[in-house]
């Protein structure tokens, strides 16, 4: 059947073999579909969609605006984000964590198990140790030091100034 104009179709068209477009196609309303569709080539959406299942992709995916995902989000391998990454609740590490720049923390920290510093560490403010403190080097204090409770020494005490007692020494 070669036809060389507009064919208007009244009702449904029944179909039982292969349906060739070899030019644009227009819908003027919803295409439904039974069975797996292929489209070889780009597929370009305008307006929301949705979908109903699992959507797979094999290939790098490429989003231009932001990605809303409502649940809980499963990543397999690697993340890798450019630029800043906020956070508005929790974050859960099961696992090392590397960081190779600075941290910052605004608010408390607390820390479960033993922290290990390669390097110096500055403290701003107070340092209070609520257990025994075990310093496997000098230490060196500038300014003032107050001691509450005795203090044992082991081994020398060398004193570049003068020792001041106000009570009874033995």
């Given at each position: 059947l070669a036809v060389g104009g507009a064919?208007?179709?009244?009702?449904?068209?029944?179909?039982?073999?292969?349906l060739a477009v070899s030019k644009?196609?227009?819908?003027?309303?919803?295409?439904?579909?039974?069975?797996?569709?292929?489209?070889?080539?780009?597929l370009t959406v305008t307006g929301v969609s949705a979908l109903n299942s699992t959507l797979t992709v094999s290939k790098a995916a490429t989003m231009n605006s932001t990605l809303a995902?409502?649940?809980?989000?499963?990543i397999t391998g690697d993340l890798s984000v450019t630029g800043a990454v906020s956070l508005n609740s929790t974050l859960y590490v099961g696992d090392a964590?590397?960081?190779?720049?600075?941290?910052?923390?605004?608010?408390?920290?607390?820390?479960?198990g033993d922290l290990t510093l390669?390097?110096?560490a500055a403290l701003?403010?107070?340092l209070t140790?609520?257990?025994?403190?075990?310093m496997s080097s000098t230490l060196a204090v500038s300014g003032a030091t107050d001691m509450t409770g005795d203090l044992t020494l082991t081994g020398s005490a060398a004193l570049n100034s003068t020792l001041a007692v106000s009570e009874a020494a033995t």
């Open positions: 064919v208007t179709a009244t009702g449904a068209t029944v179909l039982n073999s292969t644009a196609a227009t819908l003027s309303s919803s295409l439904a579909v039974t069975g797996e569709t292929d489209i070889n080539g780009r995902v409502t649940g809980e989000t499963d964590a590397d960081i190779s720049g600075d941290l910052a923390v605004t608010g408390a920290t607390d820390i479960t390669t390097g110096a701003n403010s107070t140790v609520t257990e025994a403190a075990t």
